[in-house]
């Protein structure tokens, strides 16, 4: 069936990208895996390629895009061809929209051009060990003194904090007794800044070329003229980007699905079992099938979200009903599709074992399927 149209531009951006991951990112997957990240020179790569700065004002060298759909098209060629992107694309979908929305003119001067160009990218701090989804619950403190904050705590779980240049550090500024998700504050800390300091790139199930490390915070001097957005309102922000953040989770797990059911295609084609292809045997028909059914919903599901995102108009609620959707598909077409590969699906040489491992964190990060559908139910009046 047919996807969303594209334009001319749009296709010629899919096969730049496409090329580039090709060639330069797919040859060093398993010697970037082993390293638990990519080099920190790729994303400058990516910036001359253009995806850095896509959605960058113009003034500063980006391109000025409005549009969330380059973003997208990035995210599905990584997924489709297999290739990484360490954690480009948390930077890109889910910390840049915040520099985006409430950056003050000095700090987009002092800013952008380097994002622009990829040679500065960035991570966001939120979880801690015993808040988990509960953002409410941050205990990570600042304390105004004179220009700066006096910033104290720790977080764990940050993907892309051992590269990133800068980290947006979601830190409580005061306390309300009537309301617990007043009084977080956005901080941007330097990675210069004294008394900061990163903590091991955790090991992990999948996502092993995306580096994902403890931060530790030991009264660091944040600038006032650090600050993102007003102080105390943080909650709020947060709040606002969560539909373009479970978009980019969502997005991706139905551009993972996509492939996995083209891999098990043709690997069902190729193999013989009893003297005759898996493909022909019925089982393996109406579990494919199936599949494509689901992953077809999926991606009407994404597309139209897609549009409502880019019109301002995708809400909360919606955004957790296209992520619970697609990722739980997701999940079901990994584990289906390894299952149709036998037991070389199991073996890391076959790309479908990397995918089930890499697929697991999507129901928990960006909010995990319970919280989508807690999220779900208050929209139905429950």
């Known amino acids: ?56 004002p113009q003034e500063f060298g980006g391109a000025g895009e409005k549009s969330f759909i380059y973003n997208v098209i ?22 840049l929209p915040y520099f985006l ?9 002092r800013w952008f051009p380097a994002f622009a160009s990829g040679e500065s990218v960035t991570a966001i ?8 989804s509960d953002l409410a619950g941050i205990s990570t403190s600042a304390v105004l003194d004179g220009d700066c904050y006096v910033l104290n705590g720790a ?60 931060l530790f915070f030991d009264n660091v001097r944040v600038p006032v003229a650090n600050r993102l957005g007003d102080e105390g309102r943080a909650f709020g922000y947060l709040t606002a980007n969560l539909p373009q953040e479970r978009m980019s989770i969502a997005m991706s797990a139905q551009a993972s699905c996509e492939r996995a059911i083209a891999l098990t295609l043709d690997y069902t084609r190729e193999r013989k079992a009893f003297g005759t292809t898996i493909a022909s045997f019925q089982n393996t028909k109406f579990v494919l099938a199936g599949l494509s059914a689901k992953v077809e919903a999926g991606r009407h599901m994404v597309d139209r979200a897609l549009e409502e995102l880019d019109e301002g108009v995708l809400s909360v609620a919606d955004a957790a009903r296209v992520k619970l959707f ?18 070389y699906g199991y073996m890391l040489e076959y ?32």
């Open 155 to 214: 977080k764990t779980f940050i993907t892309g904090g051992m590269n990133a240049d800068l980290v947006v550090v979601v830190a409580r500024t005061s306390r309300s007794e009537t309301d617990r998700r007043a009084g977080l504050t956005l901080l941007v800390v330097d990675e210069d800044m004294q008394g900061f300091s990163r903590g091991r790139n955790l090991d992990k199930l999948g996502l092993k070329s995306q580096d994902t490390t403890e």
């Open 351 to 382: 790309p479908i074992s990397r995918m089930y491992a890499d697929a697991r964190v999507s129901r928990i990060y960006g909010g995990s399927s319970e919280i989508m559908k807690v999220i779900i139910a208050k929209d139905l009046g429950l």
């Open 1 to 56: 069936m047919r996807g969303r149209a594209s334009t001319d531009e749009q296709e010629a951006f899919r096969r730049s990208v496409r090329t580039f991951l090709t060639e330069r990112v797919l040859p060093h997957v398993a010697e970037w895996e082993a390293a638990k990240g990519v080099p920190k020179s790729l994303y400058a790569e990516f910036g001359a390629l253009g995806v850095t700065g896509i959605r960058i």
């Open 101 to 109: 929305e409430l950056a003050t003119p000095e700090q987009q001067a």
């Open 326 to 343: 697609t990722t739980e598909v997701q999940a079901e077409v990994m584990d289906a599709c390894l299952q149709l590969h036998g037991g």
């Open 74 to 95: 990035f995210a599905e060629e990584v997924m489709h061809t297999g290739a990484v992107s360490g954690a480009l694309q948390l930077h890109l979908n889910i910390v």
């Open 125 to 132: 701090a939120m979880t801690e060990p015993g808040t988990g």
